[in-house]
């Protein structure tokens, strides 16, 4: 908005002083004035009729009242004026258009709905991250429980398997005692039957020699023939009872022997299924490691809830914010507005003030300063000067 140039442009107050008119032959002479205001012609014109001089004092006084008013109240008008141009410029320094402001706060807003937008975006990443961990962390928490059972289970069928064991080197010591008795006992089966032999044989031969001494005595040959048959027959049962304690023992042995081969395969087989469970053990001895990881991942949802609830109060913060400058920037242009029509509403009222050419308004252009020598002074060089005289006709 331009500034309108004001009565104060044009003259100062100080320049303005009271007329004192004399009576001289100057100001009785049909000379004009500055500006071709001739007051000669306007005192004739407000009194037609002949005047004295007391009543052109008189009149002159009234006119100057009444310009000393004008004056006062074109100083007022000045004063009025100088404040609101005072104001205006202070709410153009102090206010901006909604252009400006939209052209200042536009890049701060614009980086508020991108910051908006990225938060939005991590808030939205941040609870799909959530529900993943709290799905894996229910998943753990499953396997962390089937662990603890298979590995409880695991416990129990060891302690059985110990259990089992013992029973099965006891039975092995008992059946290595009942072994060693049977061998022990074969071996002294043996040695009796060998005695018994030895004993039958050495009782033949000593039967059989008297025998033959006997028969070369008598000459009994059928005697000596019965001695053979016993003899052999002896032998031969003598070679049967060996070859069934051998075949017993055998058998009895081969027992032992099958029997000790299934404890020691019953025994290799729990030996082995028992390094199974241990290892089954050791690799089931992971999931316990799994609580820190459980302590970990709390610890971690908890950090992200509190990320959570700090991203969420930096969004309701930056929603403050935005709220605040569109509550500002609607006050700024209400303001604006209301200044705008004050404007146009000081400028129409300064438009419809009242024509210089009216006896109830001052001079427009520029306002003559009454001297004290009845003539019109210049507000710019501040010199006497007379306007050339104009015919009555022109």
Same mark, same amino acid.
């Given at each position: 908005?331009e500034?309108? +140039?004001?009565?104060?442009?044009?003259?100062? +107050?100080?320049e303005?002083?009271?007329y004192?008119?004399?009576?001289?032959?100057?100001?009785?002479?049909?000379t004009?004035?500055?500006?071709?205001?001739d007051?000669k012609?306007?005192?004739?014109?407000?009194?037609?009729?002949k005047?004295?001089?007391?009543?052109?004092?008189?009149m002159?006084?009234?006119?100057?009242?009444?310009f000393?008013?004008f004056?006062?109240?074109?100083? @007022?008008?000045? @004063?009025?004026?100088?404040?609101?141009?005072?104001?205006?410029?202070?709410?153009?320094?102090?206010?901006q258009?909604?252009?400006?402001?939209?052209?200042?706060f536009g890049?701060?807003?614009?980086?508020l709905?991108?910051?908006l937008?990225?938060?939005?975006?991590?808030?939205?990443?941040?609870?799909?991250?959530?529900?993943?961990?709290?799905?894996?962390l229910i998943d753990?928490?499953?396997?962390?429980d089937?662990e603890?059972?298979?590995?409880?289970?695991?416990?129990?069928?060891?302690?059985?398997l110990?259990?089992d064991i013992d029973?099965?080197?006891?039975?092995?010591?008992e059946?290595?005692?009942?072994s060693?008795?049977?061998?022990?006992?074969?071996?002294?089966?043996?040695?009796?039957?060998?005695?018994?032999?030895?004993?039958?044989?050495?009782?033949?031969?000593?039967a059989?020699e008297?025998?033959?001494v006997?028969a070369?005595?008598?000459g009994?040959?059928?005697l000596?023939?019965a001695?053979?048959?016993?003899?052999?027959?002896?032998e031969?049962?003598a070679?049967?009872?060996?070859?069934?304690?051998?075949e017993?023992?055998?058998?009895?042995?081969?027992?032992?022997?099958e029997?000790?081969?299934?404890?020691?395969e019953?025994?290799?087989?729990s030996?082995?299924?028992?390094?199974?469970?241990?290892?089954?053990?050791?690799?089931?001895?992971? +999931?316990l490691?799994?609580?820190d990881?459980?302590?970990?991942?709390?610890?971690e949802?908890?950090?992200?809830?509190?990320?959570?609830?700090?991203?969420?109060?930096?969004? @309701?913060d930056l929603?403050?914010?935005?709220?605040?400058?569109?509550?500002?920037?609607?006050?700024?242009?209400?303001?604006l507005e209301?200044?705008?029509?004050?404007?146009?509403?000081?400028?129409?009222s300064?438009?419809?003030l009242?024509?210089?050419?009216?006896?109830d308004?001052?001079?427009?252009t520029p306002?003559?300063v009454?001297g004290?020598?009845?003539? +019109?002074?210049?507000?710019?060089?501040s010199?006497?000067?007379?306007?050339?005289?104009?015919?009555?006709?022109?």
């Open positions: 908005m500034r309108k +140039p004001g009565l104060r442009d044009r003259t100062t +107050p100080a303005y002083v009271h004192k008119p004399t009576t001289t032959a100057a100001s009785q002479s049909d004009p004035m500055m500006g071709d205001y007051w012609d306007n005192v004739t014109a407000t009194f037609p009729t005047t004295t001089k007391t009543n052109e004092k008189e002159l006084h009234g006119l100057n009242d009444r000393a008013s004056i006062e109240k074109v100083r @007022h008008l000045e @004063h009025q004026n100088e404040l609101l141009e005072r104001e205006i410029e202070d709410i153009r320094q102090k206010e258009t909604p252009a400006s402001l939209q052209q200042t890049p701060e807003l614009e980086d709905r991108k910051l937008r990225d938060i939005t975006h991590q808030k939205h990443q941040i609870e799909v991250e959530h529900q993943t961990l709290e799905q894996d753990l928490r499953d396997k962390y089937t603890v059972s298979v590995r409880a289970d695991a416990e129990t069928n060891i302690v059985l110990k259990r029973d099965a080197y006891r039975a092995k010591l059946l290595d005692k009942k060693q008795a049977i061998s022990e006992e074969i071996d002294a089966l043996k040695r009796n039957h060998d005695s018994e032999v030895s004993q039958l044989i050495a009782q033949l031969n000593d059989q008297g025998a033959s006997r070369n005595e008598f009994c040959p059928e000596t023939a001695l053979r048959d016993i003899r052999a027959q002896l031969d049962h070679v049967s009872d060996l070859h069934k304690a051998e017993s023992y055998h058998i009895q042995v081969s027992k032992l022997t029997a000790t081969e299934m404890k020691r019953a025994l290799k087989a030996k082995l299924e028992i390094q199974e469970y241990r290892k089954r053990l050791q690799s089931k001895s992971f +999931p490691f799994l609580q990881t459980i302590k970990e991942l709390e610890n949802l908890i950090n992200i809830k509190f990320d959570m609830s700090s991203h969420l109060r930096e969004y @309701h929603l403050n914010v935005k709220m605040a400058l569109d509550v500002e920037i609607l006050s700024y242009r209400k303001l209301g200044e705008e029509s004050r404007l146009l509403a000081v400028s129409d300064q438009q419809q009242p024509s210089p050419t009216s006896t308004s001052p001079p427009s306002y003559p009454w004290s020598r009845g003539g +019109p002074r210049s507000p710019s060089t010199l006497w000067r007379r306007s050339s005289p104009k015919p009555p006709g022109k």
